[in-house]
């Protein structure tokens, strides 16, 4: 089954947020972009919206298509969408997720990335 998935790459000046997974446990710990599946009759841009509304607590703008990338773990294959996102109003704040970290590129290394995510990190031309 391939389930479909939005990621916000959303800055502050030279500044990358970061999310850390809560769950599922294969994934539990590892960070990513902040996003969400793409629910039926949704574009991937309103999906982005509505999780990063609802995961972090901001209005966000969502701006160009930067790329995707399709990963299998054993469980699942997920479809990842990478979006630029403007931060509009409010604080992001981690609500369902265990920690946000705004990290420099030269300190990604220090990120353990969801396999998923990481193929996209090229593509933002950070």
């Given at each position: ?61 969502v701006g ?53 995510d990481e ?8």
């Amino acid at each position: 089954m391939t389930v479909r998935v939005t990621a916000a790459v959303l800055r502050r000046g030279t500044r990358l947020l970061l999310a850390q997974r809560d769950a599922p446990e294969y994934l539990a710990g590892k960070w990513e972009l902040p996003g969400g599946k793409i629910e039926a009759d949704e574009s991937p841009e309103a999906c982005l919206a509505r999780e990063l509304r609802e995961e972090l607590g901001v209005e966000t703008r969502v701006g160009r298509f930067l790329g995707k990338h399709v990963h299998a773990y054993e469980q699942i294959t997920v479809e990842l969408l990478a979006f630029e996102v403007e931060l509009v109003s409010g604080e992001p704040r981690a609500r369902e997720h265990r920690a946000l970290a705004w990290v420099e590129r030269d300190d990604l290394d220090d990120y353990e990335l969801a396999p998923a995510d990481e193929p996209l990190i090229p593509l933002m031309g950070w």
